[in-house]
């Protein structure tokens, strides 16, 4: 299989994806501390907005963890 004509690229949305959902995990997080009254009806969707969030950043840390351990991570 050819290599891909440039990896960084994926890299790149990924670290873009990662810092998105870490901004917005603070945002809720903050918005569910600022206004608790105003947002305890939308409590089930902002739960499964910060599972999903946090999973992209579990992913990203994981995958670079691992590459690392393997001896192709970037240094």
Do not use: C, N
């Not at 809720?28 to 992209?56: C, D, K, N, R």
């Amino acid at each position: 299989m050819p290599e891909h004509p440039d990896p960084e690229r994926l890299w790149r949305h990924r670290r873009r994806l990662v810092y998105g959902s870490w901004v917005a995990i603070l945002v809720l997080i903050s918005a569910v501390l600022v206004w608790p009254e105003h947002v305890q009806p939308a409590e089930p969707i902002i739960q499964s907005a910060l599972y999903v969030l946090g999973l992209h950043v579990v992913a990203y840390y994981g995958t670079a963890v691992a590459e690392a351990f393997a001896g192709r991570g970037k240094r």
